[in-house]
T-cell receptor, first 113, second 112 residues
Framework: AQSVTQLGSHVSVSEGALVLLRCNYS??????LFWYVQYPNQGLQLLLKYTTGATLVKGINGFEAEFKKSETSFHLTKPSAHMSDAAEYFCAVSLQAGTALIFGKGTTLSVSS | AAGVIQSPRHLIKEKRETATLKCYPI?????VYWYQQGPGQDPQFLIS???????DKGSIPDRFSAQQFSDYHSELNMSSLELGDSALYFCASSEGQSDEQYFGPGTRLTVT
């Protein structure tokens, strides 16, 4: 069975600081991995995904994530936080294309000036 | 660009009533997924359809049913509503068996 663990339900950073949101997965087969962002009272927006190929993937809004099979991790990073990055971030996994997403519990990112 | 449309955006029902949520996928998307997100929770997969056929089933209660119509829109029917059904219900669509799911803004259901 697949599962996703997001370490830290709440992360606080200062504007301009590095953002690091942690995600570990459990999957019996090579997974498809995703990061979604959710702003208050809005739907989920895809930030980036890993399916195959290059393990360092770049997404929108300056975010990137690295798939590390040996560590079963897919951590999300951004070099310099902006106030507009404050939101809920969900890591998700699926077994294959066209199947349901299994989400982690989410991490709330707060950015202070 | 066109996005996933969900209606209504907000819905208030009383216990034991029924509710119908609608989802209009992005044009040319033939796959629809339904997710339920309780307060402060992660989204949980309910059910999905591909080419008007149910393709996968998750933790959907027996009181709920869903279908996908010939124009690919989907409806989630919920009966005998319970307080615990209060949640944000998301619909997502994709093209074929693509790995990218595009989410709608959600329908917030409140059961009183």
């Amino acid at each position: 069975a697949q599962s996703v663990t997001q370490l830290g339900s709440h992360v606080s950073v200062s504007e301009g600081a590095l953002v690091l949101l942690r995600c570990n997965y459990s999957s019996s087969v090579p997974p498809y991995l995703f990061w979604y962002v959710q702003y208050p009272n809005q739907g989920l927006q895809l930030l980036l995904k890993y399916t195959t190929g290059a393990t360092l993937v770049k997404g929108i809004n300056g975010f990137e994530a690295e798939f590390k099979k040996s560590e079963t991790s897919f951590h999300l990073t951004k070099p310099s936080a902006h106030m507009s990055d404050a939101a809920e971030y969900f890591c998700a996994v699926s077994l294959q294309a066209g199947t349901a997403l299994i989400f982690g519990k989410g991490t709330t990112l707060s950015v202070s000036s | 660009a066109a996005g996933v449309i969900q209606s209504p955006r907000h819905l208030i029902k009383e216990k034991r009533e029924t509710a119908t949520l609608k989802c209009y996928p992005i044009p040319r998307h033939d796959t629809v997924y339904w997710y339920q997100q309780g307060p402060g929770q992660d989204p949980q997969f309910l059910i999905s359809f591909y080419e008007k056929m149910q393709s996968d089933k998750g933790s959907i209660p027996d009181r709920f049913s869903a279908q996908q119509f010939s124009d690919y829109h989907s409806e989630l029917n919920m009966s005998s509503l319970e307080l615990g059904d209060s949640a944000l219900y998301f619909c997502a669509s994709s093209e074929g068996q693509s790995d990218e799911q595009y989410f709608g803004p959600g329908t917030r259901l409140t059961v009183t």
